[in-house]
């Protein structure tokens, strides 16, 4: 039998494991009482179950334990275990009693000094545009701490809807595994690593029935951050020694939950709210504030998160010159969408007033009037 139909069957193998642990996590659930009441910003109507994570985790666990253990030494499976286990039980405890944001961040801290001390998994060489590798020193550790963070954070911000979560972390996880694989070939990184991303893909794939749009079961904190931290985790282990893979690349692959979370951040900032403050402006709140339904928003997000993951595969195969100036592109795009459905606010559009401002005469005309009555009162005063 060869390799890679060994490798489809095991997977295969392995949506079948959280297909079915699924109904399982989803009576836990309830029993433990780690369930998602309705209120006003929550999409459900009734008390859902919210641990479904725990499903992708424990069929993760198991295939990465047994069905690949040819691939994996156990060490290094249980060490990786471990890992997840400490954010997974984060988001468990979340699930359940709804902890603090400093509680839970102290939990996704020590998951992460974890990895870099006992995984040694760690940001120490950082290629930016594919320019050239640079060695970062003693700035590892903190930067390391902030890509976890930011990684959990981002994919937990976004799971706001049915299967969202989800989706948005099978594309993210095929991309990035995808051209792990095509580093691999070349000798720049072990294929382990895009082996373990297709393990989880396979595991979130098993769940994903039972979460989409009408869910069954959620993905919960105790999924999300779980999500968050091993496409964090495993995008680090594809950046070391891999020209192909720079710095860039991931954040590129995960542009839908790093834009919401960008600008989530710069909207309470303007508020002057604190950043983990929640609220109803993320995307797919925006979304279905115009008129998308349930599905229709998941779906539209999909067809982005796969966007981002179409200019990541141009962006890995492109000169560094070309990779500058697709950025650039990519930037004013993605501004000019999130202006127009308002993700910071209704009034907060610099750069569709600014190329008004430029292409409209009568409002630039209503602009300085408008100056001109301000300052007039200013003068009064």
Known sequence: MSFILSLILRLILTFIIAAGLTPLIRRLSFWIGAVD????????????????????????SIAILFLFKDIFSTVYSLKLILGGGIIVLTGLVDDIKEISPRAKTLGMLLAAFYTYFILNIRMDIVNVFSFENINVGWLSLPLTILWI????????????????????????????????????????????????MFILVASISGFLPYNFFPAKIYLGDTGALFLGYMIAILSLQGLKNATLVTLITPLIILGVPITDTFY?????????????KPDSMHLHHRLLSL?????????????????????????????????????????????????????????????????????????????RKEREQKKHRNQKR
Request: glycine share 10%; net charge positive.
């Open 37 to 60: 009441t309705p209120n006003k910003r929550r999409i459900n109507k009734t008390t859902m179950p919210s641990a479904g994570g725990l499903a992708i985790y424990l069929a993760f």
């Open 149 to 196: 963070l930011g990684f959990v954070n981002a994919i937990n911000l976004i799971d706001g809807l049915d299967g969202l979560a989800s989706g948005v972390s099978i594309i993210a996880l095929t991309t990035i595994g995808f051209i792990g694989y095509i580093a691999s070939s070349s000798g720049a990184i072990v294929v382990q690593v895009p082996i373990m």
């Open 264 to 276: 989530a951040i710069i909207r309470r900032k303007l508020k002057k709210q604190s950043i983990a």
């Open 291 to 367: 008129g998308f339904t349930h599905r229709g928003a998941v779906l539209m997000i999909y067809v982005l998160a796969l966007t981002f993951s179409i200019i990541a595969l141009l962006y890995s195969a492109a000169s560094p010159i070309a990779n500058v100036v697709m950025i650039v592109a990519v930037l004013v795009g993605l501004e000019l969408f999130v202006e127009q459905i308002g993700l910071v606010g209704e009034d907060q559009r610099p750069l569709l007033n600014a190329m008004r401002y430029i292409g409209n005469r009568a409002y630039r005309q209503q602009v």
